[in-house]
């Protein structure tokens, strides 16, 4: 079964960026950053969620109860939706820093190439 590297990748990148600009930002009462908290914590649920059915699915596939290409996919739908929710947190865990007024302007412009990035499919 092979799972497409650039997705995981991607979804890793995604999720380190808004990992770290939360963390960045934490203390802070800004309500966009406290929005990036929950859905920080609302990924890091959907992404043992997907890991439980990965996991439900490779035991399937070896019970003969599915084929690869069944496995393939359903593991890859689970993936797409996670790198979606992931890249999205991140944006807005960017959006949110970079509005931050202390942030100084190289900061910024690296977070707007970092989100330029997340948007590149």
């Known amino acids: 079964m092979r799972i497409n590297r650039s997705s995981i990748r991607a979804l890793l990148a995604a999720f380190a960026v808004g990992s770290a600009l939360v963390v960045a930002a934490c203390g802070t009462d800004d309500a966009k950053i406290k929005d990036v908290q929950k859905q920080g914590a609302d990924l890091q649920k959907q992404g043992q969620a997907v890991k439980a059915s990965a996991e ?17 996919k359903q593991i890859e739908a689970q993936t797409k939706e996670l790198e979606k929710s992931a890249k999205s947190t991140a ?25 330029q990035q997340l948007a590149t499919p």
């Open 56 to 72: 439900k699915t490779a035991a399937d596939l070896k019970a003969g109860k599915i084929t690869a290409e069944e496995a393939q």
């Open 91 to 115: 944006s807005d865990a960017i959006d949110a820093v970079k509005g931050n007024s202390a942030v100084d302007d190289e900061t910024k412009k690296a977070l707007e190439d970092a989100q």
